[in-house]
């Protein structure tokens, strides 16, 4: 299990301090005479070799609040200048710590030092070293965590609230059916409602399975080839149901024979992810194509519709899980809302990306761009068996 940084503070804080007070108490030796701590301005001996293997971003501080060594981090996230500490926060800490001796913890938003990137939060712990005014400061970075703690709240939010709806709606067909036990005709019609809802609920559940399963950014278990044709074709199959049952024709077309190096499961459901969505969002008599085309090392699948299409400020959320362009219109359809969340997270997967094309009454265009099996995307026919390159 992994140290929490209170503890690895903690820790490191308690060996320097040793170190320093075993320099303090030893009289240097004639080799490192210069590194004396009397000097006020040195480090003691093995001080610098344990802040050289901290993951965490590290600084000491002498009496004038001059950087006497900062490791490679700490410059990298901008906290350290030449031999100037630039957060004004932690420099106010360290001169409360140099003041009355206590050692300080807390937590400081500082502005992102790269193109396009907000605040970096960390966690900082601040404590005295030695007798002559040096300071430690120990910072860890913990915004990617944040944001994963912010992501989880969202999330359970989010599926608490799209469960009631489904559940609350069973309980209340329930009591209805038993309070019309006497109306055949009426439990009959309730009856097919509970079943509309039961199978909401199941559609739901296998969502938030499958992306929980692949929304952590682990790589796929076991990769084999995947042959692009057949992928399309299980999707076809799984959505053509729904299709039929609005006449709306399902086309497959474009170059045969592409590869990809992935998991044939996993695509096959981003594939009918995209179908669902595009037959839910089509008039009847209308055309879903799917065309497979190389590009380079990558091969790109779009799934395209003759539906209502999506209003500009709304394509770039359409990946975000539980959003809904139409919430009315996506609940009559049984639409979770995760569908083109999971799209995303499979393209992802396969080191690959989704993007979508769309004008309001014209439809839409979603893209999968995933890289090719052996780097080139090269149509091979099936009669010809692929060997595996290692």
């Known amino acids: 299990m992994a140290m929490s940084f209170a503890a ?38 093995g001080v610098a070799s344990v802040l050289a293997v901290l993951p965490s971003s590290a600084v000491v501080l002498d009496a004038h609040d001059k950087v006497l060594r900062a490791s490679s981090a700490a410059r990298a996230f901008g906290l350290v200048k ?14 409360q710590v140099r003041r009355d001796g206590e050692i300080r913890e807390s937590e400081i938003d500082v502005a992102g030092h790269k193109f396009g990137q907000g605040t970096t939060n960390f966690a900082v712990r601040v404590a005295p070293l030695g007798s002559y005014g040096q300071v430690l400061v120990l910072a860890e970075d913990q915004t990617e965590r944040r944001r994963v703690e912010a992501v989880r709240r969202d999330f359970v939010a989010n599926v608490s609230h799209e469960l009631k709806t489904p559940v609350g709606a069973l309980s209340l067909l329930a009591e209805t059916i038993q309070d019309a036990a006497d109306d055949p005709e009426a439990v009959t019609r309730f009856a097919g409602r509970m079943q509309h809802e039961a199978a909401r609920l199941n559609y739901l559940v296998q969502d ?9 950014a682990e790589p796929i278990p076991t990769p084999g080839q995947v042959s692009i044709d057949e992928s399309i074709n299980d999707a076809i199959d799984h959505c053509n149901t729904k299709a039929v049952a609005k006449d709306i024709t399902l086309v497959s077309g474009g170059t045969e024979g592409l590869r990809i190096w992935g998991d044939d499961e996993l695509l096959v459901t981003a594939l009918r992810n995209l179908i669902d969505n595009a037959v839910a969002y089509s008039p009847e008599h209308t055309r879903v194509v799917v065309s497979v085309r190389p590009a380079g090392d990558s091969v790109e699948i779009s799934v395209s519709d003759q539906g209502i299409g999506i209003p500009e400020e709304s394509l770039e959320r359409i990946f975000e899980r539980f959003f809904r362009v139409d919430a009315a219109r996506s609940r009559a359809t049984g639409g979770t809302g995760l569908g083109l969340a999971i799209v995303k997270h499979v393209a992802a997967a396969h080191a690959g990306e989704v993007s979508v094309w769309s004008k309001e009454g014209s439809g839409s265009t979603f893209t999968l761009r995933l890289p090719a099996f052996g780097g080139t995307a090269v149509a091979v026919p099936p009669s010809i068996p692929l060997e595996i390159s290692k």
């Open 8 to 45: 690895l503070a903690g820790f490191v804080v308690g060996g320097l301090a040793v170190l320093f007070y075993r320099n303090q108490i030893e009289p240097p030796s004639r080799t490192d005479s210069t590194d004396s701590v009397e000097t006020g301005a040195a480090l003691p001996q």
């Open 82 to 95: 030449g031999d100037r500490l630039m957060a004004a926060e932690l420099l106010a800490l360290a001169r």
């Open 208 to 216: 938030l399975i499958t992306l929980s399963r692949i929304q952590g």
